[in-house]
DNA sequence: TGCTGGATTATC
DNA sequence: ATAATCCAGCAA
């Protein structure tokens, strides 16, 4: 069952943790990939400085001051796109990165096991910037409510941003082989 | 208009 | 430990 809109539009780190353990929906023109979201990061605010948002609205960052429940997507060190969901109220940017899934039905675990992996195995480009989630193409659905513990920890590769890189906004599930960096 | 460096990954 | 490989953001 595809989630809402209203569910998006709750406190960044209450959907970054709640989000573990739901379904990843990517529908193009010839192929369905699905996955469930193992591995996730929190981005909050104006002031976070780990967030590209913390410089105000530019052309890139504009989605990230929607109203929660659209796409954000970006490329990074000029070969990955990374996936990231917005959240909360129009006006205050904030996202949570989806940094790895587990995808059901490929022999290898780790296929989509990083932010970078997970965009190139479900043909996410910036075309498919700021989808709404309640549409067709790019939705998260209930997935198998599983009971393992939530792992949180300081996020990845965000050392530049001081005092806000020691932030334990970085969640996965514990047991989760297609966790990233393993 | 030019320069800098990054929410990564694979390989050396 | 480091190359690969663009382009957004900022300085001028």
Known sequence: MKIRKEYYQQPTLDVAKDLLGKRLVFNSDNHVKRGIIVETEAYIGPDDKASHASRGKTNRTAP?????????VYLIYGMHYCLNIVTEAAGYPAAVLIRAVKVED???????????????????????????????????????????PIVERPRIGVDYAGEWALKPWRFYLADSPAVSRK
């Open 64 to 72: 990230m001051f929607e109203a929660g429940g659209i796409s954000y």
């Open 106 to 148: 490929e022999s290898d675990p780790r296929v989509a096991s990083g932010p970078g992996k997970l965009c190139r195995y479900f043909g996410i480009t910036k075309e498919h910037n700021q989808l709404d989630l309640t549409g067709d193409i790019l939705y998260i659905e209930e997935g198998n409510r599983q009971r393992s």
